[in-house]
């Protein structure tokens, strides 16, 4: 099993909305100023991201599953971002 296999099996619902719509469109934000906050999905609940000089495990499109997005607008990304530490932990029994 790979590991984009082993973290998509683990982090269900990153990419796509629980109606099955892409999380994220694939255009430009297009809020002023640009990009004002970013989030991601994991397992139902949405998390914080951040923009970063370099990408996770986690969120390298080449490995794993997450995508970020703008708050305002819900375009996707485009660059390397992280999950800040700190975040809550995207699983029912982490959440009671």
């Known amino acids: ?8 099996d683990l982090f269900k619902r990153t990419t796509k909305t629980a109606e099955g719509a ?8 297009r809020c002023s100023p640009a990009w ?7 397992n139902g609940y949405v998390l914080p991201a951040e923009a970063s ?4 495990v ?3 499109p080449d490995i794993g599953p997450f995508v970020a997005r703008c708050t305002g607008c819900q375009a996707r990304y485009p660059h390397p971002w992280v999950i800040p530490a700190g975040a809550p932990m995207p699983f029912d ?4």
């Open 1 to 8: 099993m790979s590991m984009r296999e082993t973290f998509t």
């Open 22 to 29: 892409p999380f994220a469109g694939e255009r430009l934000c």
């Open 36 to 42: 004002p906050g970013l989030e991601t999905t994991a």
């Open 53 to 56: 000089g370099h990408y996770s």
């Open 58 to 60: 986690l969120t390298n």
């Open 93 to 96: 029994w982490a959440q009671e």
